[in-house]
C-alpha cells in the first residue's frame, strides 16, 4: 500500500497559542482517516495546513512524494487535495452545474462539455442531476454539502478532506450526507475525515486519531478505540458522548 | 388663464435648443459614470489590501473627494490646473475628468464594502479548489458583490445626473443653462416661461432618472431570487 500523505512533527502556533503541537500520521493510498477530537484542539487547523490555507511553523508534510512548504505552488496541490467545509460554502451566484464546473474549466482548463459531462456524471452519483440547474439558495443544506462534496470530487483529487462537514445539518440531512460519504470511501477514495459523529467515525474509518490539546493522543483501528480507549484523557472525551440520547 | 404661456413648449426652435442640452448633460453624465464603475471597481478591489501603501493613500484620495465640494473640484481642474499647467481641456472634458474622479471614488467604496461583507469561506473554498486570486476575485466574489451594489451605485449613477447642472459655471451650456437662457429671452412677453421651461426640465430629468430606478429594482428582484 503506497503512502500518499505523511505529517512529521508538524507544528503551528497562533501567536503564543499552540494550536499543533508536533502531529505525526500518515495516510495510505485508498484508506479512510477519521479525527476526532474536543472543539478547539486543532483539527480544522491540522486540514488547512494540509493544503496551505494556514502556514506551519515547523516539521513536514509530505503529499504525493512531494514536500510541502513555503515554496510551494499551493494551486497546483490544491487540484489534487479536495476540501469540503463545515459552513455552507457553494458559490450563491451559480447554478449547481456551475458550481461544480468552474475550476475544472478555470483550473484544468477544461472545456467546457467536457466538465459538464464530469459534473453530471458526479449529480448521478448523489442523485441530485435534477438540480443541475438549482441555485444554492433552492437546495436544502444536506444537498449543499452533497454539491460542495461533487464540487471538490470533479478536480478528480487524489485525497479529499472533510472538517465536520455535517456538523450544521441536522440529523436527517446528516444522514444523507454521510451515507454520501460512505459511498464515496467504498470506490477506494483517500480521505480525511474530521467528524464529531461517533457512531460515523466507528463505521467509516480503517484508521482513527484522536486528538487532544494540539497532540495525537491515541491512534488505531476504530473498533479498537471505541471498545477500549487506552487514555484517560480519550475516556474522558468518549463519556461525554453517552450522555447525549 | 392658468395655461397661458405654455406655447413656449411648441416652438420647434426652443425645443431643439432644449435637445442639445440635454444631450450635453446625458453625454457627460453617461460617460463620467461607466468611467466611475470601471475605475471604482479596480480601485475598490486594490483597497480591500490592509497594506498601509494602499490604505494610506485610499483614505486620502476617498476623503479628499468627500469632504471637498464637487464645484471646487470643478473650479481647481478648469481654471486652476487648466491656467497652472498649461492644460488646455474644454469644460466638458473636465467635467467628464472631475465627475468620473468623484464617481470612482463613491464606487470604489461601495465595491470594497460589499466584497468585504462578503463571507470569508467563500474565498476559502474557491482558494481549496486551485483558484488563483484573480479568478476567485472576476468568477466568485465580483460577481456576488455586483448584485448587492446595484442600489448602491444606481443611486451613486443618479447623483452624478443630478449634479451636471454645476457644470455651468464652467462653461458648459447644458440642458438648465438652455432653460434659462429661453427664459431670459421670453420673459417679457411670456411671465409663465419660467414655469413652463422649468417643468419641462423637471420632466426631462425624471424622464432619465425613473427608467434607471425601475431597471435597478428589476435586476434586484431578479438577482435576489437567486
Ligand atoms: N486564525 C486564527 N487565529 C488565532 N487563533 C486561531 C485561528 N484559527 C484557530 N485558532 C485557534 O486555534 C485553536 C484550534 O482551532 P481549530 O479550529 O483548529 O479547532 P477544531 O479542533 O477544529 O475545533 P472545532 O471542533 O470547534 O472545529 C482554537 O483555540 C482556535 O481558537
Ligand atoms: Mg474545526
Known amino acids: 500500500m ?81 476540501m469540503v467545509f463545515q459552513s455552507y460554502d457553494l458559490f450563491n451566484h451559480l447554478k449547481v452545474i456551475d458550481n461544480i464546473t468552474l475550476a475544472p474549466i478555470k483550473v484544468q ?40 462534496i461533487a464540487r471538490a470530487l470533479a478536480m478528480q483529487p487524489r485525497i479529499m478532506l472533510f472538517d465536520e462537514i455535517t456538523a450544521s445539518l441536522d440529523p436527517e440531512m446528516s444522514q444523507e450526507v454521510l451515507e454520501a460519504l460512505l459511498e464515496l470511501a467504498a470506490t477506494k477514495m483517500t480521505m480525511i475525515v474530521v ?27 476504530p473498533r479498537d478505540f471505541f471498545a477500549a480507549p487506552r487514555t484517560q484523557r480519550a475516556r474522558r472525551f468518549l463519556s461525554r458522548f453517552e450522555y447525549q440520547i | 388663464m392658468p395655461f397661458s404661456g405654455a406655447e413656449i413648449l411648441f416652438d420647434p426652435a426652443n425645443l431643439a435648443r432644449l435637445g442639445e442640452g440635454l444631450i450635453v448633460t446625458v453625454r457627460i453624465a453617461a460617460i463620467s459614470i ?45 481654471f486652476g490646473f487648466a491656467r497652472l499647467l498649461g492644460w488646455n481641456w474644454s469644460g466638458e472634458t473636465t467635467g467628464i475628468v472631475v465627475f468620473s474622479i468623484w464617481g ?25 479548489l486551485g483558484l488563483a486570486r484573480s479568478q476567485i476575485y472576476l468568477h466568485v466574489l465580483i460577481p456576488q458583490a455586483v448584485r448587492r451594489l446595484i442600489p448602491a451605485s444606481i443611486n451613486l449613477a443618479t447623483r452624478i445626473i443630478k ?16 432653460g434659462q437662457q429661453l427664459i431670459e429671452a421670453k420673459i417679457l ?29 428589476r435586476l434586484e428582484a431578479k438577482w435576489s431570487a437567486q
Request: net charge neutral; aromatic share 10%.
Open chain 1, 109 to 148: 482548463n477544461k472545456r467546457k462539455e467536457e466538465a459538464e459531462e464530469i459534473a453530471m456524471n458526479l449529480l448521478r452519483r448523489i442523485r441530485l442531476d435534477d438540480k443541475r440547474n438549482a441555485y444554492p439558495r433552492e437546495l436544502s443544506g444536506g444537498q449543499k454539502q452533497r454539491v460542495a
Open chain 2, 163 to 178: 449634479t451636471t447642472p454645476l457644470l455651468v459655471l464652467i462653461t458648459i451650456v447644458e440642458v438648465l443653462k438652455v
Open chain 1, 2 to 82: 503506497s503512502e500518499i500523505l505523511a505529517v512529521r512533527n508538524l507544528r503551528k502556533s497562533f501567536g503564543p497559542h499552540v494550536v499543533l503541537d508536533g502531529i505525526d500520521f500518515s495516510v495510505d493510498e485508498g484508506k479512510v482517516l477519521t479525527i476526532i477530537g474536543a472543539s478547539g484542539c486543532g483539527k480544522s487547523t491540522l486540514l488547512r495546513t494540509i493544503n496551505g490555507l494556514e502556514a506551519f511553523d515547523g516539521g513536514e508534510i509530505v503529499f504525493d512524494g512531494e514536500r510541502l512548504g513555503p515554496g510551494t505552488d499551493w494551486r497546483r496541490v490544491r487540484s489534487h487535495i479536495g
Open chain 1, 195 to 221: 467528524t464529531h459523529e461517533m457512531g460515523f467515525a466507528k463505521a467509516i474509518g480503517d484508521d482513527l486519531l484522536f486528538m487532544d490539546d494540539g497532540k495525537v493522543v491515541e491512534r488505531g483501528a
Open chain 2, 189 to 217: 412677453t411670456n411671465p409663465a416661461a419660467a414655469f413652463w421651461i422649468y417643468g419641462l426640465i423637471f420632466v426631462i430629468y425624471f424622464l432619465i432618472c425613473f427608467p434607471i430606478a425601475v431597471l435597478s429594482r
Open chain 2, 104 to 128: 470612482a471614488a463613491e464606487m470604489a467604496d461601495l465595491v470594497r464594502a460589499s466584497i468585504s461583507s462578503l463571507p470569508a469561506h467563500q474565498t476559502q473554498s474557491a482558494l481549496a
Open chain 2, 34 to 78: 461607466v468611467f466611475a464603475f470601471l475605475f471604482g471597481m479596480v480601485i475598490g478591489v486594490i483597497a480591500l489590501s490592509r497594506s498601509g501603501f494602499v490604505q494610506i493613500p485610499y483614505q486620502l484620495f476617498l476623503q479628499a473627494i468627500r469632504i471637498v465640494p464637487q464645484i471646487v473640484w470643478l473650479f481647481l481642474f478648469f
